[in-house]
T-cell receptor
Framework: SAVISQKPSRDICQRGTSLTIQCQVD?????MFWYRQQPGQSLTLIAT?????????ESGFVIDKFPISRPNLTFSTLTVSNMSPEDSSIYLC????????????FGSGTRLTVV | GQNIDQPTEMTATEGAIVQINCTYQTSGFNGLFWYQQHAGEAPTFLSY????GLEEKGRFSSFLSRSKGYSYLLLKELQMKDSASYLC???????????FGTGTRLKVLA
């Protein structure tokens, strides 16, 4: 299955600033997904990052707040813009392993704390 | 709509067997997944069911009943390292999108 390198692993940021999270995959994948996991909760899909076209956002998430780049089939970034304490979460990228039976591979996650 | 329910917390003893249940509602179904997530780490894949029945994989087994919208994860011979959150998720036919439950936090006691 794919190996994902995600960074930073954690950061503490001031409110009003922005943070860009990077995910590098060791193989080419058509789709890459960005999730948020708020404290004590499960994973919520933010958007699907598509190579060569704009990301597809889920209900409740907008491009101005979470701009996504996908310059090629192995790399994507998620920016958390104009942060507030409510954005404190773990952010994870993931890719399909290519075989439905094996689900997703997840990056190691970025633990964001906004102060 | 789409909804997944699983218990919030469970406690079991080392060496015992525990069953974690998951019920779901979806307009389109394409498989049921179980993931394990240790505190502070990313989720890791445990099992996948798309047809009714039991899938066994070592100490872990997963069961699915599509007509009942029900699945369970069975953990045998519990070990301390099995203390983690267990996430139930289903995928929607025609997409790679997955809906995750809130997870069941399992504590294994000595």
């Amino acid at each position: 299955s794919a190996v994902i390198s995600q960074k930073p692993s954690r950061d503490i940021c001031q409110r009003g600033t922005s943070l860009t999270i990077q995910c590098q995959v060791d193989s080419q994948v058509t789709m890459m997904f960005w999730y948020r996991q708020q404290p004590g909760q499960s994973l919520t899909l933010i958007a699907t990052a598509n190579q060569g076209s704009e990301a597809t956002y889920e209900s409740g998430f907008v491009i101005d707040k979470f701009p996504i780049s996908r310059p090629n089939l192995t790399f994507s970034t998620l920016t958390v813009s104009n942060m507030s304490p409510e954005d404190s979460s773990i952010y994870l990228c993931s890719v399909p392993t290519g075989i439905s039976a094996y689900g997703y591979t997840f990056g190691s996650g970025t633990r964001l704390t906004v102060v | 709509g789409q909804n997944i329910d699983q218990p919030t917390e469970m406690t079991a003893t080392e060496g015992a067997i525990v069953q974690i249940n998951c019920t779901y509602q979806t307009s389109g179904f394409n498989g049921l997944f179980w993931y394990q997530q240790h505190a502070g780490e990313a989720p890791t894949f445990l099992s996948y069911n798309v047809l009714d029945g039991l899938e066994e994989k070592g100490r872990f087994s997963s069961f699915l009943s599509r007509s009942k919208g029900y699945s369970y994860l069975l953990l045998k011979e519990l070990q301390m390292k099995d203390s983690a959150s267990y996430l139930c998720a289903h995928s929607t036919s025609g997409t790679y999108k997955y809906i995750f439950g809130t997870g069941t936090r399992l504590k294994v006691l000595a």
